[in-house]
């Protein structure tokens, strides 16, 4: 009889445990949709614009743009003047994204979050170049300072 009742606690907790286990791994898909840079998303303002030439090393490429911004609220809006932001704006208010969601093929930084390595509501280049070797990157100003 008691053989039975310590079968029978010993199975009970091993049905809590594996139903806290379940709910962990349950409720840990559910928050991990945080991205490793708190409070931030890309707001990108031009994705695969293609036609552009680093003149330094003469190599053609196409243009992802994005600003590192705050999380809550629209991103800014831009009024491009060639001056100053050469690249066409997508149409405005611009589409904002979690920061792990930036494609791989436009990241410089391979296997890490773009979000680490950008300054704050700095207007940033990724250059996919057409010749397939690298990806290259150039940070500008303020996104403040292209209205």
Not at 27 to 33: E, L
Not at 73 to 99: E, H, L, Y
Not at 106 to 129: I, K
Request: proline share 5%; glycine share 8%; charged share 25%.
């Amino acid at each position: 009889m008691r053989t039975v009742r310590v079968n029978r606690t010993l199975r009970n907790a091993g049905i809590l445990a594996v139903a806290f286990a379940a709910l962990t791994v349950a409720s840990g898909s559910v928050t991990g949709t945080a991205h490793a840079e708190s409070g931030r998303r890309l707001c990108v303002y031009t994705e695969n614009e293609d036609g552009w030439r680093e003149l330094r090393d003469n190599r053609q490429y196409n243009a992802y743009v994005a600003v590192d911004y705050k999380k809550d609220g629209a991103c800014p809006r831009v009024t491009v003047s060639p001056d100053k932001f050469r690249w066409r704006v997508g149409a405005q208010p611009v589409k904002k994204i979690r920061c792990e969601d930036w494609p791989a093929k436009a990241n410089p930084w391979p296997g890490t979050d773009v979000c680490t390595h950008l300054p704050a509501d700095a207007v940033w280049e990724a250059r996919v170049y057409d010749d397939g070797k690298g990806v290259g990157s150039a940070i500008y100003g303020s996104v403040w300072q292209f209205q």
